[in-house]
């Protein structure tokens, strides 16, 4: 299967080269494809903050390669650069409090560097460790989509409807996607006769970018408003529930795309199976519950405007961009380390001590 996958890979967000970040904007897709040149870390936790790149996965790989960045400016300044690179590292843990693979990517290359050698090249060993996350990101994303199919197809094998929400899918990680590569791998499978995919406000992820990316994949997709999702798996046979995850508790809580709360609320009641797909840097075990954590508030402006026209007026707008589901509602969180049925604490505190599976 794993050969089929990446025959099907076509769509990617990031790229390193020539000594510069590249993102895809992903604020003006599917109209445009521009990459944009990133060459500071400044520029890429701006890019972050404005969503330019977005997906818990993607934004970990993104800032790695701003600490290169970073490294190699301060460097060149001289003087002690490695205490100067303080100022980047808390810049770009600021630009989105959510997601925690930001941080886990952030830690990982602050530990590299404290590791660094005596007289070892300091600039190619921060780039390898970029790379390296990066790549590692990939073959995760191949390993989930490979066991997710296997937990649709053991519990029901035959083609059916799916439900997601937001964009998993390689807009949002290195490599497959989350989710969304689940529901790839499904469909290659021949186990998926439609994917319903929630619009998403207030950014429309939804219909800009996980539509985009299904329909140029092939994939039957329909589009639908949030608001219908309950209706949807009242009549439309939807088996599965299938979504991607910003942070995971060390109990099974999952923060993600807000939004994704009430749909796990909506699966129970309609008897609908509820599936979270992220890699185990999303699980964040120094967080006891989903109480915990800090959700990221933006600008109602982003609900008082439509397509750059006032849709509302004189009225205070509540914009939080995540919502957390607790793990009672939750029938399978899926990972690169294995699959946890039914979370809490004790399995995920299992599941971290796993090697990954690839």
């Not at 996958?5 to 003006?28: G, H, M, N, S, T």
């Not at 002690?80 to 100022?87: I, K, N, R, Y």
Request: negative net charge; contains cysteine; proline residues 3%.
């Amino acid at each position: 299967m794993r050969d089929r996958l990446l025959a099907a890979e076509k769509v990617k967000a990031i790229d390193w080269r020539d000594d510069a970040l590249y993102l895809l904007d992903q604020r003006i897709l599917p109209s445009e494809e521009n990459w944009i040149a990133y060459t500071s870390a400044a520029g890429i936790a701006e890019a972050i903050r404005e969503m330019v790149v977005r997906g818990a996965p993607a934004i970990g790989i993104s800032a790695a390669y701003a600490v290169v960045l970073a490294a190699r400016a301060r460097f060149a300044a001289g003087g002690d650069w490695q205490a100067a690179m303080e100022e980047d590292f808390a810049l770009l843990a600021d630009s989105r409090p959510t997601a925690v693979n930001l941080f886990w990517a952030l830690n990982r290359m602050r530990e590299r560097l404290e590791r660094l050698r005596e007289h070892a090249d300091p600039l190619a060993a921060l780039e390898a460790e970029a790379l390296a996350i990066h790549e590692s990101d990939r073959e995760a994303n191949l390993t989930m989509a490979q066991l997710g199919v296997d937990l649709i197809r053991r519990h029901q094998g035959n083609a059916q409807a799916i439900l997601t929400h937001g964009n998993t899918g390689a807009l949002a990680t290195g490599g497959f996607g989350t989710a969304l590569g689940v529901i790839r791998g499904a469909f290659i499978e021949g186990m998926v006769e439609r994917v319903y995919v929630n619009e998403t406000r207030p950014w429309l992820q939804g219909s800009r970018l996980t539509a985009w990316e299904l329909a140029s994949e092939g994939i039957p997709v329909t589009l639908n408003a949030d608001s219908a999702a309950a209706h949807i798996m009242k009549t439309k046979g939807v088996t599965w529930v299938v979504v991607g995850a910003d942070r995971i508790t060390a109990n099974g809580d999952v923060a993600s795309k807000i939004g994704t709360y009430q749909l796990a609320v909506n699966a129970m009641h309609h008897g609908v199976r509820f599936m979270v797909v992220a890699p185990s840097s999303s699980i964040d075990m120094a967080l006891a519950g989903g109480e915990d954590i800090l959700l990221e508030e933006r600008d109602g402006k982003e609900l008082l405007e439509f397509g750059g026209k006032q849709v509302g007026a004189g009225v205070e707008a509540y914009n939080p961009v995540f919502d957390v589901t607790p793990a009672d509602l939750i029938d399978a969180i899926v990972t690169e380390k294995g699959i946890v049925e039914r979370p809490d604490t004790a399995k995920l505190a299992q599941l971290m001590c796993r090697k990954r599976l690839h």
